[in-house]
């Protein structure tokens, strides 16, 4: 079962701010949090991870709160190619599987 | 450098007959996963090798599902005899180096049992 809670959906207008949340309150201090995408009919792609401390690559931005029962992935500057279903996901860097849930169905908007 | 990548990116067959998916892993990648989404569900982990090795396959749902490595290299998952409840998407993944490292997907294979 998912250790996760995500809005079901959002929407973003093109070229503005995506804010993507994710509570995980039960999560422990050797979890990290993971996010991954799926656009439509193709495979889950990988984001972006972190553990403590914030972290941006090319892609995404991740900020994890001080106490790391919350974490907002933020895609700076929406493009409508970003529509897709984002799964926040945690789990101990030796787990063998990815949890996923539910996740938050992104809606770029023109 | 080459992603995951998986064949067929379809198929459809009849209640009862065999399917054999492949995944070919990303190169020097020892870990590989399989995954599926059926329906309407959350996408579930299958099973993970470790080069040819089972390493956790309790996400196998039953025995009609076979998985093999032979060689440490690609993998085929076998459904033998298919269920209409099989259909799905089904996804495989591979990382690098220790288990807990990043996964990386494939486009997946959609099956559709009729």
């Known amino acids: 079962d998912a250790k996760t809670t995500q809005p079901p959906s959002m929407d973003c207008a093109e070229g503005r701010a995506a804010n993507l949340p994710c509570n995980h309150s039960t999560i422990s201090g050797n979890e990290y949090v993971y996010w991954y995408r799926q656009i439509h009919s193709q495979g889950p792609q990988y984001i972006i991870h972190?553990?403590?401390n914030n972290e941006t690559n090319e892609m995404a931005s991740l900020i994890i709160t001080e106490d790391r029962k919350s974490s907002t992935l933020i895609l700076p500057h929406a493009t409508l190619r970003d529509t897709a279903v984002y799964y926040c996901?945690?789990?101990?860097?030796?787990?063998?599987?990815?949890?996923f849930g539910a996740g938050t169905r992104l809606t770029v908007k023109p | 450098e080459a992603g995951v990548t998986q064949f067929p990116s379809h198929s459809v067959i009849e209640k009862g007959q065999t399917v054999t998916l492949r995944c070919d892993p990303i190169?020097?990648?020892?870990?590989l996963y399989w995954y599926r989404r059926v329906m309407g569900k959350e996408i579930k982990f299958l099973l993970h090798?470790?080069?040819?090795?089972?390493?956790?396959e309790s996400g196998m749902p039953n025995n009609r599902f076979l998985a093999e490595r032979t060689g440490g290299t690609y993998s085929t998952l076998k459904v033998q005899p298919a269920e209409l409840e099989d259909s799905g998407v089904y996804f495989c993944a591979s990382s690098q180096g220790r288990p807990g490292e990043t996964q990386y997907f494939g486009p997946g294979t959609r099956l559709l049992v009729l």
């Open positions: 972190g553990l403590k």
């Open positions: 090798f470790v080069k040819e090795s089972k390493q956790d």
């Open positions: 996901i945690v789990r101990v860097n030796v787990d063998n599987d990815m949890r």
């Open positions: 190169s020097g990648h020892d870990n």
